[in-house]
T-cell receptor, first 111, second 115 residues
Framework: SQKIEQNSEALNIQEGKTATLTCNYT??????LQWYRQDPGRGPVFLLL?????KEKRKERLKVTFDTTLKQSLFHITASQPADSATYLC??????????FGAGTRLFVKA | EAGVAQSPRYKIIEKRQSVAFWCNPI?????LYWYQQILGQGPKLLIQ????????DSQLPKDRFSAERLKGVDSTLKIQPAKLEDSAVYLC?????????????FGPGTRLTVL
């Protein structure tokens, strides 16, 4: 069956460290993958998009990698700050432009 | 640029009652989505519109849920009758075009509690 898995356990890290979040999928062949940030009581906000033929994308302190062989995407936040505390969702986009979201990983950055 | 607007923000109803949610997408966005997000889960697509036509409603429980997008702009999502398991946040999102890799822009959601 088709599945998207993100770390269900919350990730707690110290300010200034790098946070690494994982998104694994099975039985999908995504055309591209996106990462979103969601704060409590709000809708998701788009952060980064990476296509199937791209290995890595960067935006300021954010970096996403995409390994279609391992069926995995990693999302990194370098020099993390307490303001980065949120839930991060990965979303796969299939050839039909259907969007399938993972359950998200909660990140807590302690000062 | 104004974002995606949704109302109401919160709704509490008894089971078997009906409820309606409203969404106003970003001006000019042809594609509109309704998602259901149960606590602790990711958003699950209920229905996707391209202008005023339905593109995908495969996960919409059609015996109780209905949605329309008259004139290809605003949209309403209705539940009748509601069940306890419908308690969730209902998110509306819009996108410039489903034929591109443009991102989706989400509204703040409507939190529904069914008692």
């Amino acid at each position: 069956s088709q599945k998207i898995e993100q770390n269900s356990e919350a990730l707690n890290i110290q300010e200034g460290k790098t946070a690494t979040l994982t998104c694994n999928y099975t039985n999908y062949s995504p055309a591209y993958l996106q990462w979103y940030r969601q704060d409590p009581g709000r809708g998701p906000v788009f952060l980064l998009l990476i296509r199937e033929n791209e290995k890595e994308k960067r935006k300021e302190r954010l970096k996403v990698t995409f390994d279609t062989t391992l069926k995995q995407s990693l999302f990194h936040i370098t020099a993390s700050q307490p303001a980065d505390s949120a839930t991060y969702l990965c979303a796969l986009h299939t050839g039909g432009f259907k969007t399938i979201f993972g359950a998200g990983t909660r990140l807590f950055v302690k000062a | 640029e104004a974002g995606v607007a949704q109302s109401p923000r919160y709704k509490i109803i008894e089971k078997r009652q009906s409820v309606a949610f409203w969404c106003n997408p970003i001006s000019g966005h042809a594609t509109l989505y309704w998602y259901q997000q149960i606590l602790g889960q990711g958003p699950k697509l209920l229905i996707q519109f391209q202008n005023n036509g339905v593109v995908d409603d495969s996960q919409l429980p059609k015996d109780r849920f209905s949605a329309e997008r008259l004139k290809g702009v605003d949209s309403t999502l209705k539940i009748q009758p509601a069940k306890l398991e419908d308690s969730a946040v209902y998110l509306c999102a819009s996108r410039l075009s489903s034929g591109s890799t443009d991102t989706q822009y989400f509204g703040p959601g409507t939190r529904l509690t069914v008692l």
